[in-house]
């Protein structure tokens, strides 16, 4: 084969692996969030493991704070509720405005 055959073989496939890569990219980009997730979901599990006591611990603790105090829990949820629906009814409101 001709050198000038292999240059221009050559060019296009650099070119479709440029196109490809690029691709890629894009695809890869709706993927980051999910697997960020995913790694902390491991990480968790891995400190679990390696600390179960922590854990059975925190989640005693909570038991007997919410079973303690479910009456300011439930003003509390409820008061966060109204504050993110008021703020949402506030985000609304402003591009009708404009």
Same mark, same amino acid.
Request: net charge positive; glycine share 4%.
């Given at each position: ?28 980009? @709706? ?27 925190? @989640? ?39």
């Amino acid at each position: 084969m001709k050198k000038s055959t292999l240059l221009a073989k050559r060019a296009l496939i650099i070119q479709r692996i440029a196109l490809q890569r690029a691709d890629v990219a894009k695809l890869a980009t @709706a993927f980051r969030k999910p697997l960020a997730v995913l790694d902390m979901a491991v990480v968790v599990e891995q400190q679990i493991k390696l600390h179960p006591y922590y854990f059975i611990g925190s @989640a005693a603790l909570l038991a007997v704070v919410f079973r303690k105090h479910m009456h300011a829990v439930r003003i509390g949820f409820t008061g966060i509720a109204w504050l993110l629906s008021a703020k949402s009814l506030r985000q609304e409101k402003k591009p009708s405005e404009r």
